[in-house]
Antibody
Framework: EVQLVESGGGLVQPGGSLRLSCAASGLTFSSYWMSWVRQAPGKGLEWVANIKKDGSEKNYVDSVKGRFIISRDNAKNSLYLQMSSLRVEDTAVYFC?????????????WGQGTLVTVSS | QSVLTQPHSASGTPGQRVTISCSGSSSNIGSNSVFWYQQLPGTAPKLLICRNNQRPSGVPDRFSGSKSGTSASLAISGLRSEDEADYYCVVWDDSLSGRVFGGGTKLTVL
């Protein structure tokens, strides 16, 4: 069974930092593009960042560029999101997402999410 | 304001067919594959349609996707009460170098 388990969420003050982790199991982690997607309370989904299978390419939504860093450790089957200079508007549930576009099948997995609350 | 435009809401009665639209531009829908997700309250999104019109295994054939030019649609036939959820289109945007989600459509089964 494939599992993506996020951790590291919590309450942080504006301007603070937080590091999210996503532990993957049951899949060939190094074959997957990995992403972070967030959802503010009562709002829609927002793509935050993604990272290529080998970590050689990273992309970010404009609102987090220069503040968030996505990384992965394929040896540990883990994905990370280092968040700094946090703002109130970064408050959201952060989902870990992995996808693999295989020739005959598309693999798509999500974690259950971890809540980040930015408030004074 | 998302670069992908979806209706805020849609509704139908059991057994009906409903469609949800997703309008974009040449830099996103016009040049890349569209995906559709279903999200039930308090849960992670579930993939319904990949590569514009393909259903992952386990997704009922009541769900279908299509794309034409810079617009895409999700159709749900034989509507059921359990289809009541939020639906999102998502696609890669070449200009933004990132993925973009539509604003989401809340489907109500009357």
């Amino acid at each position: 069974e494939v599992q993506l388990v996020e951790s590291g969420g919590g309450l942080v003050q504006p301007g603070g930092s937080l590091r999210l982790s996503c532990a993957a199991s049951g899949l060939t982690f190094s074959s997957y593009w990995m992403s972070w997607v967030r959802q503010a309370p009562g709002k829609g989904l927002e793509w935050v960042a993604n990272i290529k299978k080998d970590g050689s390419e990273k992309n970010y939504v404009d609102s987090v560029k220069g503040r968030f860093i996505i990384s992965r450790d394929n040896a540990k089957n883990s994905l990370y999101l280092q968040m700094s200079s946090l703002r109130v508007e970064d408050t959201a549930v952060y989902f870990c997402h992995g996808d693999y576009d295989a020739p005959n099948r598309y693999f798509d997995y999500w974690g259950q999410g971890t809540l980040v609350t930015v408030s004074s | 304001q998302s670069v992908l435009t979806q209706p805020h809401s849609a509704s139908g009665t059991p057994g009906q067919r409903v469609t949800i639209s997703c309008s974009g531009s040449s830099s996103n829908i016009g040049s890349n594959s569209v995906f559709w997700y279903q999200q039930l309250p308090g849960t992670a999104p579930k993939l319904l349609i990949c590569r514009n019109n393909q259903r992952p295994s386990g997704v009922p054939d009541r769900f279908s996707g299509s794309k034409s030019g810079t617009s895409a649609s999700l159709a749900i036939s034989g509507l059921r009460s359990e289809d009541e959820a939020d639906y999102y289109c998502v696609v890669w945007d070449d200009s933004l170098s990132g993925r973009v989600f539509g604003g989401g459509t809340k489907l109500t089964v009357l």
